[in-house]
C-alpha cells in the first residue's frame, strides 16, 4: 500500500477510536442517558455502533486490498447522473414510510408541515377554536415555535421559505415527497459543480458516489428539517456564482435569498459569506456586489423582514418592550431593534465548555454518518485545489459553517447525522472527488482509489443498512408512546405529556381541523372529560384509556 492509502486508513481508525472515548467520556459512561438530553442520548444509542462499523469497514477494506472488484462507479455515476437520481427518489420516497412511516418526529418537522397545510389553503395563519387552543397547541410551544391569538389564530415562527417549498407537496397530500427530490436534485448537482470545478467527469461521479454512500445524506432526506432544501439551495447559490456575469449573480441572488429564509437564516449566511467577500474582493466588485444584492433583495424583504414583522405584530407585546406598541413610528422602530437584539442573545452565545462539547458531539456524527475518511480527503482535496476558487471557496464555507455554530448556545437535539454541518455538506462530497479523480500522482493515486471505493461501496451497503435500522428502531420506540387510534376514523386522541420522552410532539394537528383524528394535550383524565369532550364533544365514547399514554375518545 502507497504511503497515502496507509495515512488515511490509520487516520480514519484513530477517528472511530476517538469517537467512542468521547461518546463514553460525554454521555458520563456507565451512568444511563435521560431521553430528556436526546443528544446525547442518540450519540450513545447510535454513535458507538456508528464508530464501531467505521472502524470494521477502515479495517476490512484494507484486508481485502487484494479482492478489488473490476468496478468503477465513479465513472457509471458521472455518466448517469440523472438516472442514480431517480433511483435514489425512489428509495427515499420508500424509505419515509417503511423507516420512518412518514411521521414528523420532532416538533420542528411538524411545525414546517403544519405552516405549508396554511400556505396551501390560501390563509397565513391556522384558525382553531379560541377555547380549545391550550389543548391543541401544547404549553411548552406557545411563543416559543408557535404564536396563537386570543381569536384562535395560529402560526409558526420560523421563516417560511421551507413551508413554501412544501406547500405545493402539502397540498397533493405527499409533503413526505419533498426532501427525497430535493436530496435527488442535489446528487445531479454535486456531480455537475464537482464536473465543472475540475473540468472530469469522474469527479462528479465520485462526488455523488460520496454523497450516496453516507448515511447522513440519506438520513436528512428522511425527516422534515430544512437542512435539506438549505444544501440544496446553498450549492445551487454556489454553482450559479462560478460564473460571475450579470443574469447569473442576479440569480445567485434570488436564489440564495429563498436560502435565506428557509427556517432561519444563519445556514445561509455562514455559507455565502466567503462568497459575498471573493466577490467584493474581485474586480469590479461594487457593481457585481450590486447584482448580487438586487437578486436578494425582494425575497429578502418580503418573506425575510416582511414575515418577521407579520409576526411581531400578531404576537403583540408578550415581550417586554422599552416603549408602548401603539407608539409613534420612531419608538416602534426601538421594540422591533430591542426584539431583534433579545432574539439574537437567545440563539447566540460565546463558546464554554457545553457548546464546544456540543459541537464536538456534531463532529463525531458527522464522521460516523459519512463515508470513513471522507473529511480528511475532502480536506487533501481543498489542499490540492486551493488555486481553484471555486473549491477553495466551498471548504472556506464548511469551515465558516463550522466555526459560526461554535457561537450557538444549543446542541442539535433530533436529526439523523450533523444537522447543523448539513447545509454545507455538498463541500466534503465535492472537494473529495476533486482530490480522487485529479489529485494525486498514478501510482498513489491508483490504489488510494481502489482503497476508498471499496471504503465507499462497503458504507453504502454497511453503513446505509445499520443506519436505518437505528432510525426504525427508534422511531418505533417512539411512536409506541402514543395512544393506538384508528386511521381515518374521527376520534380525540388525548396525550399525556411526558417532556423526558418528548410526547407533546404528538400533538400534531391539522391547521384547520379537517383531519378525522384531532390530538389534544392531556390535563387529568377528569378536566379532559369535563373541560373537552363534556363541553364539546358530549357524544364521544372512550374506546382507549391509559394513564401514562392518554385516552382515545371515538365521535359517533
Known amino acids: ?4 492509502t496507509r ?18 467520556d460525554n454521555t458520563e459512561f456507565p ?4 431521553r430528556l438530553l436526546v443528544f446525547q442520548y442518540l450519540l450513545r444509542q447510535q454513535d458507538i455502533a456508528g464508530a464501531v462499523l467505521m472502524l470494521a469497514l477502515v479495517l476490512g477494506a484494507w484486508l481485502l486490498r487484494r479482492r478489488d472488484p473490476r468496478l468503477d462507479p465513479a465513472a457509471f455515476l458521472g455518466r448517469h447522473a440523472w438516472a442514480v437520481a431517480a433511483a435514489s427518489f425512489a428509495g427515499l420516497c420508500l424509505a419515509m414510510f417503511a423507516v420512518v412511516h412518514g411521521h414528523a418526529l420532532a416538533g420542528d418537522e411538524h411545525l414546517a408541515i403544519f405552516q405549508s397545510r396554511v400556505f396551501a389553503a390560501g390563509e397565513l395563519t391556522a384558525q382553531f377554536p379560541r377555547e380549545l387552543v391550550y389543548r391543541l397547541v401544547p404549553t411548552f410551544y406557545l411563543d416559543r415555535w408557535l404564536i396563537a391569538t386570543e381569536t384562535g389564530r395560529v402560526v409558526s415562527i420560523y421563516w417560511p421559505g421551507f413551508a413554501l417549498l412544501l406547500a405545493p407537496f402539502s397540498l397533493v397530500g405527499a409533503p413526505w415527497a419533498c426532501n427525497p427530490l430535493l436530496a435527488s436534485l442535489t446528487l445531479v448537482l454535486l456531480a455537475r459543480t464537482a464536473t465543472r470545478l475540475t473540468s472530469d467527469e469522474r469527479a462528479g461521479g465520485w462526488a455523488m458516489l460520496f454523497a450516496l454512500a453516507s448515511p447522513g445524506f440519506a438520513g436528512m432526506a428522511l425527516s422534515y428539517f430544512s437542512m435539506t432544501a438549505h444544501l440544496f439551495f446553498n450549492l445551487l447559490f454556489a454553482w450559479l456564482l462560478l460564473e ?9 441572488g434570488l436564489v440564495g435569498s429563498f436560502a435565506l429564509v428557509q427556517s432561519n437564516p444563519v445556514p445561509h449566511l455562514l455559507f455565502a459569506l466567503p462568497w459575498i467577500v471573493s466577490i467584493a474582493r474581485g ?5 457585481r456586489l450590486a447584482l448580487l444584492g438586487a437578486g436578494y433583495a425582494p425575497l429578502v424583504l418580503l418573506l425575510g423582514l416582511g414575515w418577521w414583522l407579520f409576526l411581531r405584530e400578531l404576537q403583540g407585546s408578550s415581550f417586554p418592550l422599552p416603549y408602548a406598541p401603539d407608539g409613534d413610528l420612531l419608538h416602534r422602530l426601538v421594540n422591533l431593534a430591542a426584539y431583534l437584539h433579545y432574539e439574537i442573545r437567545k440563539v447566540f452565545t460565546l463558546p464554554g465548555a457545553d457548546v464546544l462539547g456540543y459541537r464536538l458531539g456534531e463532529q463525531v456524527r458527522l464522521w460516523t454518518w459519512t463515508v470513513p475518511g ?9 489542499w490540492l485545489w486551493r488555486a481553484s476558487d471555486g473549491l477553495r471557496l466551498l471548504g472556506v464555507s464548511l469551515a465558516a459553517t463550522l466555526l459560526g455554530y461554535a457561537f450557538v448556545g444549543f446542541d442539535q437535539g433530533y436529526g439523523w447525522g450533523a444537522r447543523y454541518v448539513h447545509s454545507a455538506f455538498g463541500a466534503l462530497p465535492i472537494l473529495a472527488g476533486a482530490l480522487m479523480a485529479k489529485g494525486l500522482p498514478d501510482l498513489q493515486g491508483r490504489e488510494l482509489r481502489a482503497y476508498v471505493t471499496r471504503l465507499a461501496l462497503y458504507s453504502l451497503v454497511f453503513g446505509t443498512a445499520l443506519r436505518l435500522f437505528q432510525i426504525r428502531l427508534f422511531m418505533d420506540e417512539q411512536l409506541a408512546l402514543r395512544p393506538p387510534f384508528a386511521e381515518g376514523v374521527r376520534q380525540i386522541v388525548f396525550i399525556r405529556p411526558n417532556l423526558e420522552y418528548y410526547t407533546p410532539d404528538f400533538v400534531q394537528n391539522d391547521p384547520f381541523l379537517r383531519a378525522p ?7 387529568t383524565p377528569r378536566r379532559d372529560r369535563e373541560d373537552v369532550i363534556g363541553r364539546h364533544f358530549p357524544q364521544a365514547r372512550l374506546v382507549y384509556d391509559n394513564p401514562l399514554l392518554g385516552q382515545v375518545w371515538r365521535l359517533e
Open 517 to 523: 383524528v384531532i390530538f389534544m394535550q392531556s390535563r
Open 1 to 4: 500500500m502507497t504511503r497515502w
Open 283 to 287: 474586480p469590479d466588485g461594487r457593481r
Open 31 to 34: 451512568f444511563e442517558v435521560r
Open 7 to 24: 495515512v488515511l486508513a490509520a487516520l480514519s481508525a484513530f477517528a472511530a477510536l476517538f469517537s467512542i472515548v468521547f461518546i463514553l
Open 374 to 382: 471522507l473529511p480528511l480527503l475532502a480536506l487533501a482535496g481543498w
Open 244 to 252: 460571475r456575469t450579470p443574469r447569473r449573480l442576479l440569480a445567485a
